[in-house]
């Protein structure tokens, strides 16, 4: 009986701990929502002891929690949905954006080189970012036009336009990693240029016409500036594709 009663009392603790393991991650299930986002997000903020590592690609036993973090995924199928209204994708998107915001704070960890400890980790974030954000401006656009009596009305061009040079803001941050290209292994580098190639060719494809004048500038200083010829070539083809939509337009 006490062996019996022995085995009844682990099975209990083990039961318990998987569901707060489950709790903290819900990896089973297939699609995070902003309520998951914020637990997890808490936790692995806040819950994560300074000599702890953090659920990295690497890691065969935390691999799939960075994983479900970082799958944008979790958002499209919500943001891209056709049969959900605009504002309820507004305000599902303004959460995302806000926990996104957090969570380019959980792997910001550089060691006493100024490496990161966690690079790759750290540029799927932003990559996360960006394909959420050009989703949540345009949805944000596309309600303001919705509500307004004359959609071309030159007041609703404004707001359209100011919104849409925020977002071109917004992805120039991306690029001030460039500047701290030392913190970077070639690996980390090579991340980066793909995801100038990938969401910045997104957001100029969408925006063929607005006012790239600053990010063209600091496309140059950039590429005069990297070590990296993989990103000197994104820098570089990037400026080419925004001139080719401004010769587009003009002819």
């Known amino acids: 009986m006490k062996t019996k009663n022995l085995l009844i009392v682990l099975s209990i603790l083990f039961f318990t701990a998987s569901c707060k393991t489950e709790n903290k991650f819900p990896t089973d299930k297939k699609y995070w929502d902003t309520d998951d986002y914020e637990n997890v997000v808490r936790e692995l903020r806040f819950g994560t002891k300074p000599d702890e590592k953090l659920p990295t690609f690497d890691d065969a036993e935390t691999k799939i929690i960075v994983e479900k973090l970082t799958d944008q995924e979790n958002f499209k199928v919500v943001l891209d949905d056709d049969e959900l209204g605009l504002k309820h994708k507004n305000e599902i998107g303004e959460k995302f954006f806000k926990i996104w915001q957090d969570m380019t704070e959980i792997y910001s960890q550089i060691d006493r080189k100024d490496i990161y400890v966690y690079e790759k980790e750290r540029i799927e974030v932003f990559n996360f970012g ?3 954000q050009i989703r949540y401006f345009k949805l944000g656009n596309d309600e303001i036009k919705q509500r307004s009596d004359d959609p071309n009305a030159i007041n ?38 793909k995801g100038i190639d990938q969401y910045f060719t997104d957001l100029v494809n969408l925006y063929p016409n607005s006012d790239y004048d600053d990010l063209k500038e600091k496309l140059v200083l950039l590429s005069n500036k990297t070590k990296s010829e993989n990103i000197k070539s994104s820098l570089v083809n990037l400026q080419k594709l925004i001139e080719s939509k401004k010769q587009v337009t003009k002819s």
Do not use: H, P, R, W
């Open 130 to 132: 960006l394909a959420l």
């Open 156 to 193: 609703v061009s404004q707001t359209v336009n100011s919104n849409v040079n925020t977002l071109i803001g917004n992805y120039m941050f991306y690029l001030n990693e460039i500047n701290n290209e030392k913190s970077y292994s070639n690996i980390g580098l090579d991340l980066i240029a």
